[in-house]
C-alpha cells in the first residue's frame, strides 16, 4: 500500500481524534470518518485497536452484517457519551439485561470485546463496568477506538447495501489476509467457480440441481455467495 495512503490516515486519525475526545459528538468528526473510510489500507493497519477482521469474519453472513451494522452504532454510542463532557448518569456500567444491549451489541460476535477496549474490564454478575479504581474514562483511547468502530460501521453498511442490492439473497464473506475492506467497492470481476464451469455435466443440467455460487474477488478480498 501507498505511504500516500498511510500518511492519510494518519492525519485523519490524528484530527478527528481530537475532536471526538473533546466533544464526544459523531456530527464533528462525520466527514473524517467518511473519508477514513475510503483509504485503502490492510485491515490491521487501517484498524489497530479494533480486532476489525476476527468481527468480519464471524459475522460473515449477509443477515449477520446487518446486526454489525446495528450493533456498532450502538457502541458508537457508547463511546461518544464516553468521551462527552456530559456523561450520562450511569455511564460506568453496562447491564446484560439491557434490551438494546441484548439485542445489538450481544446479538453479533465481538461485540463485548469493543466494550472492554473502552474500558469496561470489570465483570460483575449482571454486566460490565469500568473497575473501582477508575474515576473517569480515558477520553484520548476511547475517541480512537470509538472512531475505529464508526469506520468499521460506515464500511460495513456500504457493504450490506451494495450487495444487498445486486444479488438479493445471503451471502457469505471471506476475507483475504492482506486485503482491505475498500476493495469491494471498487469495480469487483465477477468469476464462476472453476469446479462448475469446468464439469462436462453442468452444460447438460437445464436446471441446477442445487444453488450456483459464484466469487467476486478483488484485491485479495472475496465475496462467495449464491448467484
Request: hydrophobic fraction near 35%.
Amino acid at each position: 500500500m501507498s505511504s500516500g495512503a498511510s500518511g492519510q490516515m494518519e492525519e485523519l486519525r490524528r484530527r478527528s481524534q481530537s475532536l471526538l475526545s473533546s466533544s464526544g459528538s459523531a456530527q464533528d468528526v462525520k466527514a473524517e470518518v467518511q473519508t477514513m473510510a475510503g483509504v485503502l489500507l490492510p485491515l490491521s493497519e487501517k484498524y489497530r485497536l479494533l480486532g476489525a477482521e476476527t468481527m468480519l469474519r464471524e459475522n460473515t453472513v449477509l443477515e449477520s452484517l446487518s446486526r454489525l451494522v446495528k450493533a456498532l452504532s450502538i457502541l458508537e454510542k457508547y463511546g461518544c457519551n464516553l468521551t462527552s463532557p456530559a456523561r450520562p448518569r450511569y455511564w460506568r456500567s453496562v447491564k446484560h439485561n439491557n434490551p438494546v444491549f441484548r439485542s445489538t451489541v450481544d446479538a453479533v460476535k465481538g461485540g463485548r470485546a469493543v466494550l472492554f477496549l473502552y474500558g469496561y474490564t470489570s465483570q460483575q454478575a449482571d454486566g460490565l463496568s469500568f473497575p473501582d479504581d477508575v474515576s473517569q474514562p480515558d477520553a484520548a483511547h476511547v475517541a480512537a477506538v470509538t472512531l475505529e468502530v464508526m469506520t468499521l460501521r460506515t464500511e460495513v453498511d456500504m457493504l450490506v447495501k451494495v450487495r444487498a442490492a445486486s444479488v438479493g439473497r445471503s451471502l457469505e464473506v471471506s476475507w483475504g489476509l492482506k486485503g482491505s475492506f475498500c476493495s469491494f467497492f471498487r469495480e469487483p470481476i465477477l468469476t464462476r467457480r472453476a469446479s462448475e464451469t469446468s464439469s462436462p455435466s453442468s452444460s447438460r443440467r437445464s436446471v441446477p440441481t442445487r444453488p450456483r455460487r459464484c466469487h467476486v474477488i478483488q484485491s485479495h478480498a472475496f465475496l462467495l455467495g449464491p448467484c
